[in-house]
């Protein structure tokens, strides 16, 4: 089994740390723990907190976690939750507990390479169902239909999609899963951006609320700012979990104790997280939609409709994405990530969930870059 460099982490760990502005980030802005506490009765927590022991945790997630994690989906219980070290994790799990040689897997492109290099490492034909800028990243399902074959097993979906921004609709999703209910594949429906909603209304419920087919992935860092406690989830059926299960034992066994605490309280406080989040993301997405008018000459770009994330195309630059973010790393101190590490150079992947200081910033430094080409 042999598996590629996982372009955009590589990325990302080589510039990362010593970048001095970010505009590469995709969850919302971290919190620390101070802040994340101060959302409910601080003194009862830490007092939890510190008396949490620091052992085994139940490898299948704590039953406090799981529970609140089930009350998401419908027709869902404890029995139907796998906590994993991240979503990618529960995309490694999936993978190599569905995915045989000769299986295609179909996925919504460009993509966050864990959802499909897996797949093709164990041995799937790998096909993309492309988003086209020239299309404004509306996902057209008939194209996805004609890449659907008899030997499908798997059609991954990213929803709201990283890295454009689009979203399928509630009806697109429900015709998918009709089809994979029809012909017996499955649909990974990854919803780490699923609470990050600029606008009510636009993101669909979660897969597994409306097909016995679908499997929904979740995380704690992309919408709640919680990178840091590297916790993910699946919600799907009973016997996909333990299948899911018996792989997790040869990974991580289980995930830390106190980040199990810390993710549960998060999400019993999920209103009071993603209002600082939203708020956040809707000022900074404003921000950078007014940058983009006054520099519309270099990019054709389109509005998201959810998520923390943009990918405009480049015009007229004298030298390729790659090498520009590699400049801006150099001579400005600026993270961006090219869309070479999606396989898309002349694009440009964007975040806007972060510190809006640190953003508006970010903004100014690309915009002197800019004119001085």
């Known amino acids: 089994m042999k598996i590629k460099a996982f372009a955009v982490e590589r990325w990302i760990n080589t510039y990362e740390n010593n970048a001095q502005y970010n ?52 027709n869902t219980s404890p029995e139907n939750i796998l906590v994993t070290t991240g979503a990618i994790e529960a995309d490694f799990l999936i993978s190599n507990s569905l995915i045989e040689p000769g299986d295609t897997v179909v996925v919504q492109y460009p993509a ?10 164990r041995g799937a034909n790998i096909k993309c169902w492309k988003m086209d800028i020239d299309k404004n990243y509306e996902p057209n399902i008939e194209e996805l239909k004609d890449l659907i074959d008899d030997r499908t097993k798997l059609v991954v979906l990213n929803i709201p999609h990283n890295p454009t921004g689009a979203v399928i609709s509630e009806e697109q999703l429900r015709t998918i899963l009709g089809w994979a209910e ?18 009510e209304g636009i993101v669909p419920p979660p ?24 916790l993910g989830w699946i919600a799907g059926p009973a016997d996909l979990i333990n299948r899911c299960w018996s792989w997790k034992d040869y990974t991580s066994i289980s995930n830390s104790p106190i980040n199990d605490f810390l993710a549960a309280f998060a999400l019993e406080n999920k209103t009071k997280v993603m209002e600082r989040n939203l708020k956040i993301a809707r000022k900074n997405l404003k921000t950078l939609m007014e940058w983009f008018e006054t520099h519309k000459k270099w990019f054709n770009y389109v509005i998201p409709k959810a998520g923390v994330l943009t990918f405009p195309q480049l ?31 002349g694009f440009l992947r964007i975040g806007f969930g972060n510190d809006s200081n640190m953003f508006e910033k970010g903004l100014s430094i690309f915009s002197e870059f800019l004119k001085n080409l």
């Open 23 to 74: 505009l590469a980030e995709t969850d919302a802005k971290p919190f620390t723990l101070n802040e994340l506490l101060s959302i409910g009765d601080r003194e009862t927590v830490l007092e939890e907190l510190l008396n949490t022991k620091i052992s085994y945790n139940p490898t299948t997630g704590s039953e406090r976690l799981k529970k609140i994690i089930a009350s998401f989906y419908t």
């Open 112 to 121: 966050y390479q864990a959802l499909y290099s897996t797949a093709q490492a």
């Open 182 to 199: 029809a012909q017996e594949f499955w649909v990974l429906c990854d919803e780490v951006y699923h609470d990050f909603k600029l606008e």
């Open 207 to 230: 897969g597994r609320s409306l097909s016995p087919r679908a499997i929904s992935v979740g995380s704690m860092s992309k919408s709640y700012g919680l990178s840091g406690l590297r």
């Open 315 to 345: 015009n007229g630059l004298p030298f390729s994405t790659e090498e520009m973010c590699k400049k801006l790393f150099h001579e400005k101190g600026l993270l961006m990530v090219p869309g070479e590490c999606f396989e898309m150079p």
